[in-house]
């Protein structure tokens, strides 16, 4: 039981320690997000559509 209080105290001393993050930051981090998540789908879309090429060369056949 000691375990799970030192725990407790630690997570409240740690939420105490934190800040909140400024409006700013946060908008810059959520830039930042949808850019990668953007060029992520970008990158897999490409790929997609070139294998759709690909598989279209070959007569449907690979799929």
Known sequence: ???VQRKVSEIIQTLRLAKKTSREDYNQHLRLVALG??????IAFVIKLVAEFVSLGFGGKLS
């Open 1 to 3: 039981m000691a375990l």
């Open 37 to 42: 998540l953007a060029a992520i789908g970008g």
